[in-house]
């Protein structure tokens, strides 16, 4: 039995790491981000987001003690703590996991557009996430983010932003992404990633979660894309994944040197907050090819 195995079987128990709760934690996410107007309800509505930013704090630390242990082991001098973290790439939870190639050479049409369905419905906005978590951040890594972030808007121009791009391949693949549809693995994973880039006690946690995604994206990437052409699919309508394939190589080399290097030379303790970030990311992952796996395969 693998740690992520364990991981997902000791969760069972967990009231937050649940289908009812990370429903009820999606909808709250996409209603308070939602650019809205005042009303006169504001107190009522003010006094459940007091009640839902207790539960996602306990959520969240929940998540925290699942990783821990490890976090606390992680070197904190800053070039050791690169080569750790970049170790992740190939050790950390989910890495090669059989879906991929899977999805790559042997799913069927139908089976990549339900994959695509819960990727889609639980995509967090990395730009949003970058844009939230870049507030106050010292001057390099934040110059870092808004790199990240100019790339993510596509240098200023509509056809080359990132968010456009995984619309059209809603289109393109007749899905209709819907919280209700999607397992709560996949709600669970984004709730963690908005949870961390809201929340500034978690600002460092949401670096470390942001460039874990960089560094392990490519090749999950890649697989996916070659699926997509595969069942037919032209390569510019494949490009959401083809684009990221490459393009996060390059952000996840730029995000160790000039983000998190600098942090941890700055603040040691900023390595056990990216670590537990990181490590939170990826068994959220993991726990999503779990779940995508026992569907596709069952």
Same mark, same amino acid.
């Given at each position: 039995?693998?740690? @992520?195995?364990?991981?997902? $079987? ?12 990370? $429903? ?20 009522? $509505? /003010? ?27 992680? *070197?904190?001098? !800053? ?14 939870? =989910? +890495? &090669?996991?059989?879906? /991929? ?5 042997? !799913? ?7 994959? /695509?369905? +819960? ?14 978590? +870049? ?7 934040? %110059? ?11 240098? &200023?121009? +509509?056809?080359?932003?990132?968010? *456009?791009?995984?619309? =059209?391949?809603?289109?393109t693949l007749c899905v209709t992404p819907a919280i209700e549809n999607t397992v709560w693995e996949?709600?669970?994973? @984004? ?17 470390? !979660? %942001?460039?874990?995604?960089? %560094?392990?994206? *490519? &090749? ?11 069942? &037919? ?13 490459? %393009? ?17 030379? @700055? ?21 999503? /090819? ?9």
């Open positions: 039995m693998t740690a @992520a195995s364990n991981c997902i $079987r000791a969760s069972q128990s967990s009231h937050f790491l649940a289908d009812a709760f990370q $429903r009820e934690l999606a909808h709250w996410n996409r209603e308070r981000l939602e650019p809205s107007f005042v009303c006169k309800a504001w107190r009522p $509505r /003010f006094e459940d987001e007091v009640r839902m930013r207790r539960l996602e704090g306990e959520f969240l630390e929940e998540l925290r003690a699942e990783v821990a242990e490890e976090a606390a082991t992680v *070197p904190t001098e !800053a070039r050791e703590f690169i080569a750790w973290f970049e170790g992740l790439r190939e050790m950390g939870p =989910g +890495q &090669g996991d059989p879906l /991929f190639p899977w999805l790559a050479a042997e !799913a069927t049409r139908d089976e990549l557009r339900w994959f /695509f369905e +819960q990727e889609a419905a639980g995509e967090a906005g990395f730009e949003d996430l970058v844009a939230l978590t +870049q507030v106050k951040l010292p001057t390099r890594p934040k %110059l870092e983010l808004a790199r990240n972030y100019w790339d993510e808007m596509g240098h &200023g121009t +509509q056809k080359g932003m990132h968010g *456009p791009m995984l619309d =059209g391949l809603v289109e996949s709600l669970c994973l @984004a709730n963690a990633m908005t949870a961390m880039a809201t929340n500034r006690r978690y600002a460092w946690h949401s670096v470390g !979660a %942001l460039g874990i995604i960089e %560094l392990t994206a *490519p &090749g999950r990437s890649a697989m996916v894309a070659e699926g997509l052409k595969r069942v &037919g699919l032209t390569p510019k309508e494949a490009r959401y994944f083809t684009l990221h394939a490459v %393009l996060d190589i390059r952000h996840s080399e730029d995000w160790n040197r000039e983000a998190i290097m600098p942090a941890v030379e @700055a603040d040691p303790r900023r390595a056990w907050a990216m670590a537990e970030g990181a490590l939170i990311r990826l068994r959220c992952g993991a726990r999503c /090819f779990d779940a995508y796996r026992s569907r596709l395969w069952s």
